[in-house]
């Protein structure tokens, strides 16, 4: 079965960094989206960033310049790596993986990890 664990999170101060990780198991497709989302409490989940099995990227607004999302395909493993991290980007963060359609730029996906926290201090 397919199965997606992230690891990474934790409590940072404002300004500092985090890289998360997510180990993708079982799923075998030569066309697929993988991407970062997060839900803070009482808000709709948003995209944080996806990226394709062409190898590109795109990510939010508000996060650019700040977050990257990676691969790696040897190891099966998606990658956030967050920088400048501010109390807003405080969240469960998911990773998640689906064929890729059309687009990689949405909220539906197929396969979705449990979450990381992601808690950003003043």
């Known amino acids: 079965q397919v199965q997606l664990v992230e690891s990474g999170g934790g409590s940072v101060q404002a300004g500092g960094s985090l890289r998360l990780s997510c180990e993708i198991s079982g799923y075998a497709d030569n066309r697929y989206c993988m991407g970062w989302f997060r839900q803070a409490p009482g808000k709709q989940r948003e995209i944080i960033a996806v990226?394709?099995?062409?190898?590109?990227?795109y990510a939010a607004d508000s996060v650019k310049g700040r977050f990257t999302i990676s691969k790696d395909n040897a190891k099966n493993t998606l990658y956030l790596q967050m920088n400048s991290l501010k109390p807003e980007d405080s969240a469960m963060y998911y990773c998640a993986a689906d064929h890729w359609w059309d687009t990689c730029w949405r909220t539906r996906y197929n396969y979705w990890g449990q979450g990381t926290q992601v808690t950003v201090s003043s």
């Open positions: 990226i394709n099995s062409g190898g590109s990227t």
